[in-house]
């Protein structure tokens, strides 16, 4: 994690967090351990707890235990009060994946100079805590941030769903017609890795300005019922419940694949599949369920549950190390700020966004060209 690391040597030379106590509330895993010691680098005294009750890597926690100025909560079944006891320790910044412990500080009265949030789960909590006037204190959404918006969700999940889906199923993609539900930034990834790897794409919309966006791409777009006549392998992205439904399975060829990519799985309807499966339903391959449905037998992945995670290994390192440099930054300028920022959502400046991505570009070993002092002024003179 490149950029990380220059970030925590910064750190580590300039002490930005200095007896700074933060809270973290995030899955416990190696990745996380290389945030933890950029934050600690910074001077940061670190309390942290699990975002997920199945998340927890025990080897990192072994490793995090050891260390000074870090305090790990992760206790076996009591995953909520792993949250509180990190939320009674009066955390001064606050490191969230899905808002527990944003929620948990609040209903303590607790008076932090602000916090980030990872998740857009946690982001639509947190504006309806906002709205309510619930919000005591400012918090980041760093899952906003427009590299954790190209990095995270259109690369990192663009490969990842499609490593998922190969390691299952050992398909050739190349000459299959690969259908993808939901072109947002998560679909976009997976219409594109789909067709580098020889897949011809077909991407099914319900918003026509990017539907409009997929056919200006060269990406065939047509309605679920007749994409499900077509494709040989389904994608669901959507964040939406139902996207594949009985209709379609009825409609789809013997042996398609179905894979979801979205948070929830709630996109393809396992219910309907089983109640449509007259012949039973067989596992053939570890995370592959055949349902015989009399004329047609249809393969669904990790039981609809999101296939990067489920069937691969989630986002690469090297897409967590763009995500938390932008928490590792954000960390430094709430501290810098004071408490400057009103309570309530607000974006991360597009300065971070750009700084990160200079890292990350520096990391790759590209130098960028920059304007010449001609250039800035003709583009100033248009700015005003
Ligand atoms: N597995 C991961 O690591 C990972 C990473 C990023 C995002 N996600 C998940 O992927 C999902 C999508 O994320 P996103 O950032 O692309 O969201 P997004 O809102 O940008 O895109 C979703 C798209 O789906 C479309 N859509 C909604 N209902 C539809 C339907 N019935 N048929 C076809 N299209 C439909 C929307 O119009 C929208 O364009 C979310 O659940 C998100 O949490 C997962």
Redesign the pocket.
């Known amino acids: 994690m490149p950029v990380l690391r220059s970030i925590r040597e910064r750190f580590a030379a300039e002490r930005p967090l200095a007896g700074i106590r933060v809270g973290a509330c995030l899955h416990l895993t190696a990745e996380t351990a290389n945030l933890v010691a950029a934050l600690s680098a910074g001077g940061a005294e670190v309390l942290l707890c699990p975002a997920n009750p199945l998340s927890t890597q025990d080897d990192v926690v072994a490793v995090l235990a050891g260390q000074d100025q870090v305090v790990v909560r992760a206790t076996r079944g009591d995953y909520a009060g792993d949250v509180q006891a990190v939320a009674a320790a009066g955390p001064q910044l606050l490191l969230d994946d899905g808002a527990d412990l944003i929620a948990a500080v609040q209903a303590a009265g607790g008076t932090p100079v602000g916090a980030m949030e990872e998740t ?2 946690g982001m639509v909590l947190l504006r309806r805590m906002a709205a309510a006037g619930r919000l005591g204190f400012p918090v980041l959404a760093v899952n906003e941030a427009q590299t954790e918006r190209s990095l ?2 259109r690369h ?2 663009g490969q ?2 499609l490593d998922g889906i190969l390691r299952a199923t050992n398909l050739l993609l190349a000459g299959q017609t690969l259908v993808v ?7 976009k990834g997976v219409a594109v890795r789909g067709r580098g790897a020889g897949a011809a794409v077909v991407v ?4 026509p300005l ?1 539907a409009l966006e997929a056919r200006m791409e060269g990406f065939e777009v047509m309605g ?1 019922l007749a994409a499900a006549e077509r494709g040989d392998v389904f994608v669901t ?4 419940p139902g ?1 594949l439904r009985a209709e379609h399975f009825r409609r789809m060829k013997d042996g398609a694949v179905l894979a979801n ?4 799985d709630v996109e393809i309807d396992r219910g309907a599949l089983r109640e449509l499966a007259v012949g039973g339903v067989r596992e053939v391959r570890p995370l592959v369920e055949e349902f015989d449905l009399g004329d047609r037998r249809l393969h669904l992945l990790a039981e609809g549950r ?1 296939v ?2 489920a069937a691969a290994e ?2 690469p390192a090297a897409v967590m190390d763009v995500s938390f440099a932008v928490q590792a930054l954000c960390a430094e300028e709430l501290v810098r700020q004071g408490g400057a920022l009103p309570p309530g959502v607000h974006g991360i400046r597009p300065a971070i966004d750009r700084e990160v991505a200079r890292l990350k570009l520096a990391a790759l070993g590209i130098e960028l060209d920059e304007l010449t002092p001609e250039q800035e002024a003709y583009r100033h003179a248009f700015e005003g």
């Open positions: 857009a789960t995270n969700d990192g999940l990842s769903a539900l939901g072109y947002g930034w998560a679909g099914c919309e319900v918003d990017r679920a992205v959507t964040g939406v996207v990519a979205g948070h929830f999101v990067n995670l989630g986002h």
